[in-house]
Structures are given as C-alpha cells and as structure tokens.
C-alpha cells in the first residue's frame, strides 16, 4: 500500500463524514457512502467513480445490508484511488465480515463522541433528510454491529484500530488522525519490508 488509507467507523452522528471532509487539506480523498448515496438518490452523478459501483449503490436502501456486490465494487474504488492519493473512507466497514476484506496497513478509526452532541447532530440531519432519527437511531443495523467490527479489526494484527475522541475543532481532530495514519503506515511498509527480507 503506497499512500495513507483511513477507515472512519462510529455511531451515526459522531461525525465521520465532517471528519473525512476535514482530512481533504492534509491531501486525502474522502469516500463517503453516505454522502454519495445521498447524491444517487437525487439523481447526481458523482465524478470519479465507476457505473458499476454508483448502480450499485444507488441500489443500495439505507439502513439495509449492503450487498456482497456493492462490497467487492468499493473494494475496487478503494484500491483505485488509494493507489494515486492518501484515502479516507467514512461508514466502511459496518460488519464484522467486511473487515476481513480491508487491506493490510491501513487504520481504522472508531470515532466517538458525547451522546448529547451525537443526539444534537441526529436532530439536525432529520430536518434535511427523508430519513428520520430519534432516540432509538442507535439501534439502527450499523449501530448495532459496531463493536462485533471493533472487536474483528482487533483481532487483525496488520492494521492498526484507534478510539479517537471527535472532541474540539474538525480540522483538529483530523490532523491528529492524519498524524498517526502516517505513523502506521510507515511502520506497515517497515514491517513488510523485514517479513521480506526474512525470506
């Protein structure tokens, strides 16, 4: 893996995609399923992605499991773009199989947040969106597969998984986050180098 690739999961409204957004000035890309599907579902066209995975995503309800089609054509998005520029991905992984799939290197990111904020956000959002939220968005599908997918990444040991505070200003956060993916990814590249030198 040559560039940075960051993937941003938390609860629903503890700010992956603000975050993501504030990674853009440290030179990342930001895929954010959300956000796209969002623009599908207004019939725009986002540039720089294949047909293949915008039909699918534009296929995909939210809320839903996402198809292992619609996995495999992200995993292509991702290893195309991550091949030319650091990434962050925000809501991916959102189950614990999905994990399995992510490349060797990367970090993953658990976003957090105080419950009153992340109530606050969800409020907000449903005044702009045909989705509704409550007190009972945490029990959405995603929500609650979230520490089946913490505990799967743990278990890998060729990525690293971070528990970071959305706490502060987003550019903050993000440059904090950028920081230590750097960090990882340095040491990914040194660890694979010694594995190949060892054989």
């Not at 619609?70 to 292509?76: P, R, S």
């Not at 992510?102 to 959002?125: F, K, S, V, W």
């Not at 505070?165 to 750097?182: D, E, F, K, M, S």
Request: glycine fraction near 8%; charge should be positive; charged fraction near 20%.
């Amino acid at each position: 893996m040559a560039h940075c690739l960051i993937f941003l999961i938390g609860l629903h409204g503890v700010g992956k995609s603000t975050i993501g957004q504030a990674l853009v000035p440290h030179g990342y890309r930001h895929i954010s399923l959300g956000d796209l599907g969002r623009l599908l579902r207004r019939r725009r066209i986002p540039d720089g992605f294949t047909l293949r995975f915008l039909r699918l995503l534009a296929a995909h309800e939210p809320g839903e499991r996402m198809s292992a089609k619609l996995v495999d054509a992200l995993h292509g998005e991702i290893g195309q773009h991550n091949a030319h520029v650091p990434l962050v991905v925000d809501g991916f992984p959102a189950e614990p199989y999905q994990v399995m799939g992510l490349p060797a290197g990367c970090t993953l990111i658990h976003l957090t947040c105080p419950a009153p904020e992340r109530m606050q956000r969800l409020a907000a959002r449903s005044e702009t969106t045909s989705r509704k939220w409550g007190a009972d968005a945490a029990e959405s599908r995603r929500d609650r597969q979230l520490g089946a997918v913490i505990e799967a990444a743990q278990e890998r040991t060729d990525m690293r998984t971070l528990e970071i505070p959305n706490l502060g200003l987003p550019q903050q956060v993000a440059a904090t986050i950028a920081a230590l993916a750097t960090q990882v990814q340095r040491q990914s590249v040194v660890f694979s180098e010694t594995v190949f030198a060892s054989r």
